[in-house]
Every structure is written in C-alpha cells, then in structure tokens.
C-alpha cells in the first residue's frame, strides 16, 4: 500500500515545468516517479532534483525516452496519475515536421496504453501548449477551449518561429483526447501559456530568454509583442488541482493575465534600472509576434485560483536568473 496520497507518475522530469511538478507533489504527499531521457554519453547532475524537500523517500528516477514507448512501462506500473510532460522536440535540431510529429504522437499514444494497462491509473494530464489553439488565422480577441490551431494554415504561413512544435502539440493533444475517449481513459489536457517564473532546472528556459533577452545580449530571440502569461508554480498547481478534481472535463487554458511587451518593459525599467532596457519604439521593427489572449475561464469556474500576477511573474525569474548566475 502506498503511503500518503499514492504514486504517480511525471514525464518529462528536468525540464521546467516537470520539474515545478514534482517539487509542488513532493509537498503535497505523493510519491513520484520522474521520468529522464537517457544519454548514453554522459550521465545526467539530477541533484537538482534529488534534493527537492520529500525526494530521499518519496522520488524515483527512471529512465525512458518518446522514441520507445515501451520505455514508460515501468515508471507507470503502480501510478494511480500520469502527468505527460515530455516534449520530443529538440529545437536545435529543426527537425522535419513529421518527425516531429510522429515521434511526439505516437510516444503520446504509447504512454497511454501503458496507462490502461497498467489497470492503476485513473487519470492522466497532459501538458499541451497555447500554440495548439492560437493559430487559426482568425483574430479573435480571446480565445477558449473551443479554439484550435489550424495545422494547414501552420504549414503555409509559417509565421510562428516554431510551428513544427505547434503542428506537433495540436496533433498530439487531439490524439491523446480522441484515444482517451475511445478506451475510457480519463484524459484531461492542461493549455499553459507563456511561462515564467523561477526554475529548478539548471538550464535557462526559452521561455525566461524571450522575456528577458535584452538584459542576456540576445539579439534575436523568439520575441512578442503581446501574449498571455502565467507564472510556472500556477502552472504547477493546475496540474495537480486538476488530478484531483472529481470530473474535470477534456481542455483547460491556464493563464493568468495578458502582457503587452511595453507593460513588460515599464516593470522592468522600474524594477531593475541596470538591465538598460529598451524603449517601445526602438523595437517596432521587430517582426514579432502578437499571441492571442486565452481565456481561463473554464479553469477558474472549475474552483482553481491563480496565486501570481505579472510582476511576481517577472521579478521571481529574475531573481532566480541572478541566483543561477545568468544575470
């Protein structure tokens, strides 16, 4: 018998959300099995997660890797939750889009008959994207649920820097769903906007460089103009709050407010004075993008509360930036 909450299972485990994941169900009670990519080159430093609060009892790493799907089989067995974290894709790499894809779909679908049989888990989350229902064409004003990516039109209008990665998140969301109704599998998938916030994970995440690349000298990141934002603990807690709601149902947006980019930059000129940050006119040349706003509606009706606003969003990175070293 399981001591505490019960065993569940986190793909995915060293990257930035995964990481806040396991750290806020550490502290909640449940014991955990973290899944890593192997590299047989070189073993992993995974102290940074052996050491969270809880970990010496409560965490277990293994080994396992999207291009096997039989590979989770093991850190599934006994679960009575799975949070799929993991993401295939290797943004140095620019892989051909069907790689992508097919690699992200089917370790997906791979990880949820591991699920069923496994005859434990009663409900798997999986972490989608914004960019699984932001990219349409349309130009609505704030999107739900309702809304999703259009695949075609990402693959004629390639105006998202990473559209292979929005292509492969909607095909896999709309995968894990559709497979999740077809063998009575509760299937709940979480829609995180852009996010920020402190992290557990040694390396920088894309997401901190982008809003913070003028202070780092990068001159070309992935930038915005506008996008909807949330910090990386909510992002945690939704997890989790959604695990143990008693029927939560398909899609959530989690979001917790809409920045401009001048919004950004007039919080960080107050706040940090020595980042010399840039004026709004000096970069309406940038081709970058406006995001759409996401309603979180649905989620908050649900009975979750967002706990962090935009300037903790951008203060809290920034803190654990300095205290990595990064700043």
Request: glycine content about 8%; proline content about 5%.
């Amino acid at each position: 018998m399981e001591e505490g909450k019960g065993r569940v299972c986190v793909t995915g485990g060293t990257g930035f959300i995964g990481s806040w994941i396991i750290k806020r169900l550490l502290q909640a009670g449940y014991s955990v099995n973290a899944t890593v990519r192997p590299h047989p080159e070189q073993k992993k430093d995974l102290s940074f997660l052996t050491n969270l609060p809880g970990a010496s009892q409560k965490l277990q790493i293994l080994n396992a890797d999207l291009n096997n799907a039989e590979s989770f089989k093991d850190a599934i067995e006994g679960c009575i939750g799975v949070f799929h974290v993991a993401s295939p894709m290797d943004f140095e790499k620019n892989e051909p889009e069907e790689i992508v894809t097919k690699r992200s779909v089917d370790g997906a679908l791979g990880i949820l008959k591991a699920c069923v049989a496994s005859k434990t888990v009663k409900r798997v989350i999986y972490t989608s994207s914004a960019s699984a229902n932001s990219f349409n064409g349309k130009e609505d004003e704030v999107k739900d649920e309702s809304s999703w990516s259009d695949v075609d039109y990402l693959r004629t209008s390639k105006t998202f820097g990473l559209w292979t990665y929005a292509i492969s998140k909607t095909l896999t969301e709309k995968a894990v769903l559709e497979f999740g109704e077809q063998n009575g599998l509760d299937v709940v998938t979480l829609i995180p906007t852009f996010v920020v916030g402190p992290f557990i994970c040694p390396n920088l995440p894309g997401s901190i460089l982008s809003s913070f690349y003028f202070a780092f000298g990068d001159k070309d990141p992935i930038g915005y103009l506008q996008t909807p934002m949330v910090h990386v603990d909510d992002v945690a807690r939704a997890q989790i709050f959604l695990l143990e709601h008693p029927n939560p149902k398909e899609r959530y947006n989690c979001s917790a407010c809409f920045a401009t980019l001048e919004k950004v930059l007039e919080v960080i000129s107050v706040k940090y004075p020595e980042f010399h940050v840039p004026t709004i006119d000096s970069l309406k040349e940038r081709n970058d993008l406006k995001f759409p706003d996401l309603s979180s509606k649905k989620l908050m009706d649900a009975g979750f509360e967002f706990k962090y606003g935009l300037e903790e969003m951008l203060t809290d990175a920034i803190a654990c930036c300095k205290e990595k070293g990064y700043l």
